[in-house]
């Protein structure tokens, strides 16, 4: 991966289609202290696999659609049931009442550390603390391997609250990046009324 030239201060012009991406890299290198659980009520994680692939792009886009996450519906279907199927992820449903509402994964496959690799609540269930209990179990889950880091990365495109979240949930910014991708939307990956606060500008 090039680095930017650092002396090159200024604007830099995008063609259209696409998008550019302020990306800030966090990390846990201890277990933070615990934090209160928040009050909910039947609010319960279900584990997915393989055998639940159409469940998990559902999800994934009910969840990811209005921050433009295209990650997993740009993969092919195999290679995203090949990730379920790996005994070092775990990928769980948020579910309350019978219903999902949030999605929680965990990669393990780097040897000594966890990446918190897809976290997010639908819009819908967001506010009321959910955000804080599952964040509780992603720690939990994550440190019961006893790695040596937890980390996590976020971008301009996520929730605006989603930064702040996770320094309060213990998680340490350590680096930047510019993700420079087209943008979903113009090629059919997405809708191309999702994430209105997005401009949409043509190639």
């Not at 800030?24 to 928040?38: F, G, S, T």
């Not at 886009?61 to 990730?83: D, N």
């Not at 990669?107 to 000594?112: G, I, K, L, V, Y």
């Amino acid at each position: 991966m090039a680095l930017l030239d650092t002396e090159a201060d200024g604007y830099t012009p995008l063609p259209g289609g696409r998008l550019a991406m302020a990306v800030v890299y966090l990390e846990q290198r201890a277990r933070p202290a615990p934090r209160p659980d928040p009050a909910v009520d039947d609010v319960a994680l279900e584990r997915l696999t393989d055998a639940d692939l159409d469940r998990y792009l559902a999800l994934f886009a009910a969840v990811g659609e209005p921050w433009l996450w295209f990650g997993r519906r740009i993969m092919a279907r195999a290679t995203l049931a090949a990730i379920l199927a790996d005994p070092n992820v775990e990928a769980f449903a948020v579910t309350r009442d019978g219903a999902d509402i949030g999605l929680l994964e965990l990669d393990a496959r780097s040897p000594r550390e966890i990446e918190l690799a897809y976290f997010g609540l639908v819009p819908g269930a967001l506010g009321g603390g959910l955000g804080r209990w599952l964040m509780n179990r992603a720690i939990e889950k994550a440190w019961v391997r006893a790695p040596e880091r937890v980390f996590v990365h976020t971008c301009n495109l996520d929730h605006p609250g989603a930064l702040d979240f996770y320094v309060r949930s213990g998680f340490v910014p350590y680096g930047r990046a510019i993700e420079i991708a087209a943008d979903p939307r113009l090629l059919g990956h997405l809708p191309r009324t999702a994430a209105p606060q997005v401009p949409l500008i043509e190639g």
